[in-house]
């Protein structure tokens, strides 16, 4: 009895083990060339299949060791408080490249250098140099790239560039012009914390727009593959010229009553305002659905013509320490994992963007494991055999008594 009890404790504590390393997907990381902190990119693609809080991802090594990593965003806004603003010494243009100089007269300790620069979709090439005397240049960040997404709305932007922290009296920006006309620079400074704006991502959605003349309401819905966490939507109205609408997001909802009954409601997520003379980008404070609902008023008002939608998630990564000599799996979907606790996070800096990137393959769906099932052992009281012989039994006792009960009967009639 001891024996099969024992045996069925280590049934029961392997099928706990066998559960907790059920994983839906995985994505072999690439692109490790030394021992150093990576960032591994969490786009939305492969957070559709992650929770919101990535309690179910995990990192491993090829002898399946569970590998630390801490979870950094980019952020949406950065205070404008936080720019220090340094003075261009001098901008000169070259046949081949540019030059911009600026002063760092405190010999503050920067690790970035944020230009303000004129509306472009120039992809360029730069290094940074630093110096105490302007003549003797030393190299700071060999070669990086100096891409820029033009904005729609404003006529300006940010841009950083992140080097390893030093304090030169002077920075030297070198800018590849091989392809592009010169850039326009207007200021220049650093950020004490990090970037103005964080690198947002597309999300891919489907769009159906509604239109409901009661209530005079367009209702846009939006839909995802699976849930996706949304940082910020961004709209382009075609038409009228002048409009000012009030709207609200939200995701229709159910839950259980008493009696096993359900009840439908809407849950109002947030509200906006879409306005003619303001940016049409709205940050939102926490939406990870697979579905959700634009509801825009337009009272006694032509509907608006909407040109196009977008959803954008802002860029997350995991940081950790890998190894070249070792080849490692990113694996999620496992929701019986909790959130794990590693002492990386005392070591790792907020500001992602200097790390270098790892290559992720492609995702793979993990197939489901069958279930793992312990028979219960029968004893001979259960089985099917008893159960007959518990009938035969009784079926011969009830003969018998029934028997004896005729004989009885005919024995008073003859009396």
Not at 328 to 348: I, M, Q
Request: with cysteine; aromatic share 12%; hydrophobic share 35%.
């Amino acid at each position: 009895m001891k024996n099969r009890f024992f045996i069925l404790i280590i049934l029961i504590s392997w099928a706990a083990k066998f559960t907790s390393q059920c994983y839906s997907h995985q994505i072999t990381i690439d692109g490790i060339k030394s021992n150093s902190l990576y960032k591994t990119p969490l786009n939305p693609e492969v957070k559709q299949y992650m929770t919101a809080d990535l309690h179910d991802v995990r990192i491993h090594d090829s002898a399946k060791n569970e590998v630390p990593y801490v979870v950094l965003s980019e952020p949406l806004l950065k205070s404008k408080s936080d720019f220090i603003e340094y003075k261009i010494v001098s901008q000169k243009h070259f046949n081949t490249y540019s030059e911009i100089i600026i002063a760092n007269p405190t010999k503050d300790k920067i690790s970035n250098i944020a230009f303000n620069i004129n509306n472009s979709d120039a992809y360029k090439y730069c290094a940074i140099e630093g110096s105490e005397d302007m003549k003797q240049w030393y190299s700071v960040s060999a070669q990086q790239e100096l891409s820029l997404a033009y904005n729609d709305v404003y006529t300006n932007t940010y841009k950083c560039i992140y080097f390893p922290l030093n304090d030169y009296s002077y920075f030297r920006l070198l800018v590849d012009d091989w392809h592009a006309e010169p850039l326009k620079i207007n200021r220049a400074g650093y950020f004490k914390n990090s970037v103005i704006a964080g690198k947002l991502n597309d999300v891919v959605f489907t769009k159906n727009v509604s239109e409901d003349k009661v209530y005079k309401k367009t209702i846009v819905q939006l839909s995802f593959s699976n849930n996706q966490h949304v940082d910020r939507i961004d709209f382009k109205i075609k038409s009228p010229r002048l409009f000012s609408r009030n709207a609200n997001v939200y995701v229709n909802r159910e839950r259980k009553l008493k009696h096993n009954k359900t009840e439908k409601y809407r849950e109002v997520l947030f509200g906006f305002e879409l306005n003619s003379n303001s940016p049409l980008l709205f940050d939102i404070p926490y939406l990870n659905e697979k579905e959700v609902f634009v509801e825009i008023e337009n009272k006694d008002n032509p509907p608006l013509e909407i040109e196009s939608i977008s959803c954008k998630q802002l860029a997350s990564y995991l940081v950790c320490d890998l190894n070249a000599g070792n080849k490692y799996t990113l694996r999620f979907g496992n929701n019986a994992l909790k959130l794990p606790e590693y002492d990386l996070s005392n070591f790792v800096s907020s500001t992602p963007q200097l790390l270098p990137e790892v290559e992720l393959g492609i995702i793979k769906e993990i197939p489901k494991l069958p279930k793992v099932t312990t028979e219960k052992q029968t004893t001979f009281f259960e089985t099917k055999q008893f159960l007959w012989l518990c009938l035969g039994l009784g079926s011969i006792i009830i003969f018998f008594f029934s028997k004896s009960l005729l004989k009885d009967m005919a024995t008073k009639k003859e009396d």
